[in-house]
């Protein structure tokens, strides 16, 4: 008899993971998280819900470019995760030719060199972006551990949550995708 081969798990970037109501501290309570890279070695991605204490004209002002598109200087920085929070990543729609993007899906790319910042500041950026500061990762095996733990739902994730919907309102409106309302779900985990 042979023996059975399992395949590798499938891969979940360009999905959200919702926290369930059981993770009520640190970063991730409440949390919606674009998985951006997801395999063997593990995952990563950024958190689409948490506010930062700064302004988008905050960043570029620190990094010495100057911003007129005043609604633009006034849009949200997020918290992308616990990790490298000195590190900015900007989430967009158009994926360009920037220095250094990795593309995330046919939806979305991630880039984090200073040149999309230039082009932000200049009105030459991507119709669709947000900035995180940070990122949310998880080692070889964690996530799917996590997983198994019921600590996070997982659903296809869309454009009109990450870039339309209020930041309040991304948690609960993730979870519709699955139609769910997350107030409802147990604030436990628990294995059948």
Not at 125 to 135: C, N, V
Not at 170 to 175: D, E, I, L, N, T
Request: with cysteine.
């Amino acid at each position: 008899m042979a023996a059975m081969q399992l395949s590798p798990p499938s891969s979940l970037a360009g999905h959200f993971l919702i926290a369930m109501p059981s993770l009520t501290d640190g970063p991730f309570a409440r949390g919606v998280v674009l998985l951006c890279q997801h395999d063997e070695d593990g995952a990563l991605g950024l958190l689409i819900n948490q506010l930062s204490e700064y302004r988008l004209g905050d960043i570029l002002a620190q990094m010495k470019l100057e911003c007129t598109d005043l609604d633009l200087a006034d849009a949200p920085v997020l918290i992308g995760g616990p990790m490298q929070q000195e590190r900015g990543f900007v989430l967009h729609r158009e994926h360009g030719h920037w220095e250094s993007s990795f593309r995330v899906n046919e939806a979305w790319s991630i880039t984090t060199s200073r040149d999309i910042l230039v082009a932000m500041a200049a009105g030459e950026g991507p119709r669709q972006a947000l900035l995180a500061l940070g990122y949310s990762g998880w080692g070889a095996g964690q996530l799917e551990q996590e997983l198994k733990d019921n600590a996070w739902l997982t659903v296809e994730a869309n454009d009109r949550i990450i870039f339309d919907t209020p930041l309040d309102e991304r948690w609960s409106a993730a979870a519709g995708l699955m139609g769910l309302d997350p107030l409802q779900l147990p604030g436990y985990a628990g294995h059948a």
